[in-house]
Nanobody
Framework: QVQLVESGGGSVQSGGSLRLSCAVS????????MGWFRQSPGKGREGVAG???????TYADSVKGRFTISQDNAKNTLYLQMNSLKPEDTAMYYC???????????????????????????WGQGTQVTVSS
């Protein structure tokens, strides 16, 4: 069982920055794919960024150049650095993982950054990000 706990959400003004953290232990797995997703009221869950155990990263077009996904294995933490935030970035942000394979990350990479939520088995509870204009 993989447990994920997000933190770092909050309220910022347009143009500001936030860094989300996801505490997760994947030390027993050699292959995995992790992702950040977001969901706003009335909308479906949207993949934002993904990172495989091999270091491959992928981003949705809407956040390319503004968001950066990274991982600190020593701290068992996945990060999402969000810069130049816009009101449309307002959403609940979720960390997710799938283990034993890197396929979801590779599929996203070869799909122009579209990350499929149904590919991920484990999810955190989410952290709210609100961007005001």
């Amino acid at each position: 069982q993989v447990q994920l706990v997000e933190s770092g959400g909050g309220s910022v003004q347009s143009g500001g920055s936030l860094r989300l953290s996801c505490a997760v232990s994947l030390n027993t797995y050699s292959r995995y794919c992790m992702g950040w997703f977001r969901q706003s009221p009335g909308k479906g869950r949207e993949g934002v960024a993904g990172r495989s155990s091999e270091g491959t990263t992928t981003y949705a077009d809407s956040v390319k150049g503004r968001f950066t996904i990274s991982q600190d294995n020593a701290k068992n933490t996945l990060y999402l650095q969000m810069n130049s935030l816009k009101p449309e970035d307002t959403a609940m942000y979720y960390c997710a993982a799938v283990v034993g394979t890197v396929w979801p990350c590779m599929r996203a990479y070869h799909s122009g950054g579209y990350i499929y939520p149904e590919d991920f088995a484990y999810w955190g509870q989410g952290t709210q990000v609100t961007v005001s204009s």
